[in-house]
T-cell receptor
Framework: SQQGEEDPQALSIQEGENATMNCSYKTSINNLQWYRQNSGRGLVHLILIRSNEREKHSGRLRVTLDTSKKSSSLLITASRAADTASYFCATVTTGANSKLTFGKGITLSVRP | KAGVTQTPRYLIKTRGQQVTLSCSPISGHRSVSWYQQTPGQGLQFLFEYFSETQRNKGNFPGRFSGRQFSNSRSEMNVSTLELGDSALYLC??????????????FGPGTRLTVL
């Protein structure tokens, strides 16, 4: 079963605009990760934010985490056509036998 | 460093057959996880191996099995294939066990089609 639920399911923006994607989850987590997937290929890790962190940056990416609301957002600034892909949030629960549980993903289209 | 490699990249089988997929992790990585991705169910965790031991298992029937070798390479096997097993099978490696606490590196996947 999916732990993370991304929102929106699909997003279409113009090149140069910012893209914001949201993820909500249900149970306590150790960390939350965002991945990108291009057209049915392997996933690429973008960023990991731990439960005691509130915000992280990596290049044009900014991730926030609100554990009280059980939600995270991924912001891509100054989007490019090459950012067109599916984006997944994945949560890792605390405790033994933890594993990465993915949401269904967000399809981002960046129009040139 | 070479990335995670998976072979074969594409596979077509018929119902009832069995299939073995292979994954070579990044050099030095000792943990390998497998995922199934379908349009309907999304990405679902199959199992994780660390130092040749299955550390964690998802909710899949016993037809799905795996193993890891001493060089960390991993194989997964699906027996008595069903149409619903058609999917992209992704392998991911990471440095340590409790792999989910760290970044995972994914291979390109094996696209399995069951006819």
């Amino acid at each position: 079963s999916q732990q993370g639920e991304e929102d929106p399911q699909a997003l279409s923006i113009q090149e140069g605009e910012n893209a914001t994607m949201n993820c909500s989850y249900k149970t306590s987590i150790n960390n939350l990760q965002w991945y990108r997937q291009n057209s049915g290929r392997g996933l690429v890790h973008l960023i990991l934010i731990r439960s005691n962190e509130r915000e992280k940056h990596s290049g044009r990416l900014r991730v926030t985490l609100d554990t009280s609301k059980k939600s995270s957002s991924l912001l891509i600034t100054a989007s490019r056509a090459a950012d067109t892909a599916s984006y997944f949030c994945a949560t890792v629960t605390t405790g033994a036998n933890s594993k990465l549980t993915f949401g269904k993903g967000i399809t981002l289209s960046v129009r040139p | 460093k070479a990335g995670v490699t998976q072979t074969p990249r594409y596979l077509i089988k018929t119902r009832g057959q069995q299939v073995t997929l292979s994954c070579s992790p990044i050099s030095g990585h000792r943990s390998v996880s497998w995922y199934q991705q379908t349009p309907g169910q999304g990405l679902q965790f199959l199992f994780e191996y660390f130092s040749e031991t299955q550390r964690n298992k998802g909710n899949f029937p016993g037809r799905f099995s795996g193993r890891q070798f001493s060089n960390s390479r991993s194989e997964m096997n699906v027996s008595t294939l069903e149409l619903g097993d058609s999917a992209l099978y992704l392998c991911a490696s990471s440095l340590e066990a409790a792999s989910s606490y760290n970044e995972q590196f994914f291979g390109p996947g094996t696209r399995l089609t069951v006819l």
